[in-house]
């Protein structure tokens, strides 16, 4: 194109071909020269307009590249923080699971503990039935003595006997009222370990949610 820029009609001209048999020279026609010209400028014309689409594309692809790279780069720093947020949506479900392994392990303890005391209650109430029973046939049978007291005792011993069948009479009252409250004291105690028993599995369902 820079050949193009340098050559005028006037070296066109000017050109003035050799015979083969080294002869006469012979000027070439203006016309044909002028048309030679023309076909050369509308060439150039054609190169300078592929110059400029190929300018005008290029510098669309430079912008179109700028704009992807600053994508890029907002992208990168999402993922970045979405990286950074994983990591400590991984920390916290990891410390969730070992709150919700501890609670449920120590639900299990109050679980076998609550049981022992059921236990230990089925057993307390028992043994009271066992001696309710048995201090209600001692009752019975001092009630049958002191029918008979007259026929087995003489009056001058009836005071004393009397005396002690109440002060025995007493003593198996005071131990039953022992006992009531030793299993009434044990009732709170399992009432109390299902209150602590209930925040404590509350967590460990929330947890589970």
């Known amino acids: 194109m820079s050949e193009l820029a340098g050559f ?56 179109e590249l700028e704009t992807l790279q600053t994508e890029a780069y907002q992208l990168e720093g999402i993922h970045k923080e979405k990286e950074e947020l994983c990591r400590k949506l991984q920390f916290q479900c ?25 236990c230990e209650i089925q057993e307390f109430k028992l043994k009271h039935r066992k001696q309710r029973m048995k201090f209600e046939n001692q009752l019975h049978q001092l009630i049958e003595q002191h029918k008979n007291l007259h026929s087995v005792f003489t009056p001058e011993r009836l005071p004393e006997e009397i005396e002690s069948a109440g002060n025995t009479k007493s003593q198996l009252l005071s131990a039953e009222q022992i006992k009531l409250a030793q299993l009434h004291r044990l009732d709170e105690e399992l009432e109390e370990m299902k209150k602590q028993k209930q925040p404590v599995t509350t967590a460990a369902e929330t947890q589970e949610e």
């Open 94 to 118: 990891e410390e969730s699971e070992q709150d919700c392994s501890r609670h449920l392990k120590q639900n299990k303890k109050s679980e076998e503990l609550l049981e022992e005391y059921r």
């Open 8 to 63: 005028n009609i006037e070296d066109l001209i000017n050109v003035t071909p050799m015979n083969g048999g080294g002869g006469m020279q012979q000027e070439p026609k203006v016309e044909q020269l002028m048309g030679k010209l023309r076909r050369l400028q509308q060439g150039k014309r054609a190169l300078e307009e592929e110059i400029k689409e190929f300018k005008s594309v290029s510098d669309s692809l430079q912008k």
